[in-house]
């Protein structure tokens, strides 16, 4: 599964080096789309001459993009990047933001469907507690009897709830996003 850095803009949800190197250690992001980020960050800071930036720039095929990433992390303030950090769950959660806002907008004529692309993204994202009240496949932990309403109902029942998580999510991140 691999998205582009458009969803973020899309959403206006902030992104930097940390979040593409994550998004590239998670499977995420290719290097063309890091190749096309360094790009218009040398178009926006063309003052700059960090060498690792440019070679990312530069985009050849037989660059180490993840070793390049680490590299201009290294000569930020990001000192360690480990997958239990703090500074890599609110990378990984701007990553599943940005997914699931574009299967909102991607799938808002097809519910079912939509539904189905988000437990996909739940099972890749290593099936987050937080996701579960909207997974189309589990048992409703709040006491919620879906036998006891029609499909639709049901149906109609996972967008909300998928809609609110989208809300709070957005506010938990900080970000100035609408959808």
């Not at 539904?115 to 048992?139: H, Q």
Request: a negative charge; hydrophobic letters at 35%; one cysteine or more.
């Amino acid at each position: 599964m691999s998205f582009s850095t458009d969803i973020f803009k899309k959403s206006k949800i902030n992104y930097n080096w940390t979040t593409l190197y994550v998004g590239l250690k998670l499977g995420l992001v290719s290097n063309s789309d890091i190749t096309k980020y360094a790009i218009e960050f040398l178009t926006s800071h063309p003052d700059s001459n960090n060498q690792n930036i440019i070679q990312l720039a530069w985009g050849e095929y037989d660059f180490d993009c993840e070793e390049l990433l680490m590299n201009v992390l290294n000569e930020s303030i990001v000192n360690e990047l480990s997958s239990d950090s703090d500074v890599w769950q609110v990378e990984k959660r701007k990553w599943r933001l940005g997914i699931l806002s574009y299967l909102k907008t991607t799938y808002q004529d097809d519910y079912e469907e939509m539904l189905n692309k988000i437990a996909e993204v739940y099972a890749d994202m290593d099936y987050p507690e937080d996701m579960e009240d909207f997974i189309n496949y589990l048992t409703p932990k709040d006491g919620y009897n879906p036998l006891l309403y029609s499909h639709e109902e049901n149906v109609a029942r996972l967008v909300n709830l998928f809609n609110s998580f989208l809300d709070k999510e957005k506010q938990n991140l900080g970000n100035e996003i609408t959808f």
